[in-house]
């Protein structure tokens, strides 16, 4: 199974970064490889949490997948959880924390794990996930500091 996981420090606040994250129908104009994104259903539960069933498509080249996952919104807790429902993969899962760190910083924590159920699809798309998840918190700091301002970088 392929992980991948890093926790890095952004100049935008833990609440900020949490709805960036949480925003998954906006994923295809800035996420790597997702070409389309709809959410099939979106539940209130009584903890607080908020349910998604997504479908997602990833696109590289001629290749193209989607799958299925339920996404759990922790806002509470600064918490997101994908678990995968249904596609070419054999598991799935995806976790980011958002970790206040003084006002307008956080920590994001982002791992994943995931493993095709092909061997042909594997070695296809593989390496290219590999690299595009190593991007990804990349992608989303670029986006906050476009909706939310470059932050300014206090002088010592």
């Keep these: 199974m392929h992980r991948v996981s890093s926790k890095h420090r952004v100049n935008h606040s833990a609440t900020e970064m949490f709805d960036l994250v949480a925003d998954v129908e906006r994923y295809p104009e ?3 490889l997702c070409s389309a994104l ?29 799958f299925t996952s339920r996404v ?4 509470a807790n600064l918490k ?8 070419p993969f054999k598991n799935l899962e995806n976790r980011w924390t958002f970790e206040p760190k003084g006002e307008g910083v956080c ?3 982002f791992f994943l794990a995931y493993e095709f159920k092909s061997r042909m699809l594997a070695m296809l798309m593989g390496s290219m996930f590999d690299a595009a998840f190593a ?7 670029k986006r906050a500091d ?4 470059r932050p300014k970088i206090a002088s010592s």
């Excluded at 959880?81 to 249904?86: A, H």
């Excluded at 476009?146 to 301002?149: E, L, P, R, S």
Aim: charged share 30%; hydrophobic share 45%; proline share 3%.
């Design 38 to 66: 709809k959410v099939r259903q979106r539940i209130a539960k009584p903890d607080g949490t908020e349910v998604l069933v997504a479908d997602m498509t990833v696109s590289f080249k001629l290749v193209k997948e989607s």
């Design 30 to 32: 800035f996420v790597p």
């Design 107 to 109: 920590d994001v924590g």
């Design 135 to 141: 991007r990804f918190s990349a992608a989303f700091e």
């Design 72 to 75: 759990t919104l922790d806002r």
């Design 146 to 149: 476009a909706i939310y301002g």
């Design 80 to 87: 997101i959880l994908v678990e995968y429902l249904q596609g």
